[in-house]
């Protein structure tokens, strides 16, 4: 369940209390979050909604590790994020988030097969087990058979089923979605809303998402809103029907 | 290494542009070992020196003679063992580009003062019984197309005129790579034969060998302080000093060799640096998304530095190999105007020292900043 009150329970999957980020612009200080509190659970999917400059992407990037705030903490799956290390972050990164950005932000040069890989090269598995992952997320995304295409091949849809691919392949506690359907057509947004749909459905993932579609928010299990730097439930909030799930 | 590949798409991404700045290493390197060549060609009559001679010249120039009769002289001293004198003879062989050294030898010593180049023991007999002998360098006589029987003319250009005939007896070799096989040893006999009057008995410079290098110093200053106040004042130096500033009559090779290759290297650390910045700033955002899932900003830096070295090594391999097949052309070039042109091992290992440290110089900065990159505001920038 999804709280924004700071009344959830230490058992919450993503905890967040009293967050702040400020940043410093011509001389002034803009406060973009302002003491937010959030609780996640796992297998939520919540859509993050609000004007450009509300502050829902420096959010998930708060969420995610890539950025530190001015105040407050985050802790996900009993580790506060908040204090660790540059390089502990990277690590509790690795390990914890899968990222889908709105320009899908796949390398080039490498084939979808090679994209996917990338998080499994900085675990310890061989050659062969990376290659059966990779071909699992593939399979789960629906994109076996377009595993040696670069993504100059790939339409754009099929590019973001990719990064979500290299989202998953290494089974991460949750995904940050940044707009994925940002840069895609009616379709091709409903097929990528319906893969995401499925993972929370049929595999247990915890996703946050921030959007602007409200056609897209309201795929999310929960919609919340960034109002002056603190977020406020959707007055009609879409649960997404508990079903039978699968471990990835 | 699982990492291998990701780096080998990284660098084929500009195929231009890589083959472009493996060029730019290649030549620079090929510069390299060719400067590295002939600064080791001056200098090789210093390092190949030996310890235990002396050369004993007249004080005022190498080119005043020093009469024949201080042979005796000089073997008395204490500490010397060995005494031979040679004569610059100069001769043209039907072209003046046909330049190789030629010397007037005393047959009597020349292989005991000088046992590292070898001539059979045939070959020295029939020379000492033929006036008109020579012993060539193997190099020299490879060059020309020389083998024992033939005759060869030379024009003299310091002793009188005309051409002087001389067969060809034997053929020497050096023991070491690095030894001179390019001189042309004729009959002291021979030559008094045929200089004016007024040069006769004398001699261009004594090669001295002492009993031990140690001794080296105090016998060159007994040598000198035999002869000073006389007509004909010495100055002794050893074989290594001797060679030194011989080549020192050239002008500072070494400074204008290390000054050209310096600048070529600078020159290529600021294109490689330049080509890797602009690498690393087309990437920004790919390089945010490796930091994003997980890669360390050791691994960052880690991948631009092997990126820089892969190009710095294929570079400097290319390079240095086309300075090996081009060693001979440059030799042939160059008409034996210098020794033979050696490759050394250290070349090759100082070449490849240099490439890698130009390549990690290079990629540094472009990779710190890589390593340094704020993953939020690289991905801002897409």
Not at chain 1, 22 to 27: A, F, I, M, V
């Amino acid at each position: 369940m999804v709280r924004v009150d700071g009344t959830g329970g230490p058992n919450s999957l993503i905890r967040v209390r009293g967050l702040d980020k400020t940043y410093q612009r011509g001389g002034g200080e803009i406060r973009v979050l302002q003491g937010l509190n959030l609780d996640v659970d796992k297998g939520d999917f919540v859509a993050f909604m609000g004007p450009s400059g509300s502050g829902k992407t420096t959010l998930l990037n708060l969420l995610g590790g890539l950025d530190v705030p001015t105040r407050g903490t985050i802790t996900v799956a009993g580790d506060e994020i908040t204090h660790m290390s540059g390089n502990k972050l990277t690590e509790w990164r690795a390990r914890h988030v899968g990222f889908v950005f709105q320009m899908y932000n796949l390398i080039p040069v490498l084939t979808a097969f090679q994209n996917v890989e990338l998080p499994l090269l900085l675990t310890k598995l061989s050659k062969a087990q990376r290659r059966k992952h990779v071909e699992t997320a593939l399979g789960v995304v629906g994109l076996t058979d377009r595993m040696n295409h670069y993504p100059r091949q790939l339409s754009g849809g099929q590019e973001q089923r990719v990064a979500i691919a290299r989202a998953i392949v290494a089974d991460p506690t949750f995904l940050l979605c940044d707009e994925p359907t940002g840069d895609l057509d009616r379709q091709s947004a409903d097929e990528i809303m319906a893969l995401i749909e499925e993972l929370v459905k049929e595999y247990g993932k915890t996703v946050l998402m921030v959007t602007h579609d409200p056609v897209v928010a309201r795929r999310a299990g929960t919609t919340l809103h960034l109002d002056k730097g603190l977020l406020v439930e959707s007055a009609e909030p879409q649960q997404v029907a508990a079903g039978g799930r699968h471990e990835i | 290494m699982k990492f291998s590949r990701l780096i080998l798409a990284n660098l084929l991404r500009k195929k231009i542009r890589l083959l472009l700045t493996i060029g730019s290493f290649a030549v620079a390197l090929f510069l390299f070992a060719f400067l590295a060549v002939v600064r080791d060609a001056f200098s090789r009559g210093a390092d190949i020196a030996s310890a235990d001679r002396l050369f004993v010249m007249n004080r005022t120039s190498i080119i005043n003679p020093v009469p024949l009769s201080y042979a005796d002289k000089i073997h008395r001293i204490p500490g010397v063992k060995m005494v031979t004198h040679d004569n610059w003879f100069g001769g043209i062989y039907q072209d003046e580009r046909n330049f190789f050294p030629q010397f007037v030898i005393d047959p009597e010593n020349q292989r005991q003062v000088f046992p590292e180049l070898i001539v059979s023991d045939a070959e020295w007999q029939n020379f000492v019984k033929d006036r008109q002998g020579v012993i060539v360098g193997a190099r020299t006589a490879e060059r020309f197309g020389w083998k024992i029987g033939d005759r060869v003319p030379l024009k003299t250009t310091i002793w009188g005129s005309g051409n002087w005939e001389f067969n060809i007896d034997g053929i020497y070799h050096g023991k070491r790579p690095q030894d001179d096989e390019t001189q042309f040893w004729m009959q002291w006999d021979y030559f008094q034969e045929h200089v004016p009057d007024a040069l006769k008995g004398q001699v261009g410079w004594y090669v001295v060998r002492v009993d031990t290098p140690d001794d080296a110093v105090r016998v060159s200053k007994n040598i000198d302080a035999e002869f000073a106040n006389s007509p004909y004042e010495t100055k002794t130096e050893t074989e290594s000093a001797f060679a030194a500033s011989w080549v020192k009559q050239f002008g500072n090779i070494r400074f204008l060799i290390v000054s050209i290759g310096m600048v070529v290297f600078f020159t290529l650390l600021l294109v490689t640096g330049n080509t890797m910045a602009i690498s690393v700033r087309e990437r920004t955002s790919e390089l945010a998304v490796f930091k994003a899932i997980g890669f360390s900003d050791r691994k960052i830096l880690f991948f631009v530095l092997a990126e820089s070295l892969v190009i710095a090594l294929a570079g400097g391999f290319v390079g240095l190999l086309l300075a090996v097949l081009a060693m001979p052309i440059l030799a042939n070039a160059l008409n034996g105007m210098l020794p033979q042109l050696v490759l050394a091992p250290s070349v090759f290992a100082l070449g490849f020292v240099t490439a890698l440290a130009v390549g990690l110089a290079s990629g540094l900065l472009p990779g710190l900043g890589a390593m340094r990159l704020q993953i939020v505001n690289a991905l801002r920038r897409v």
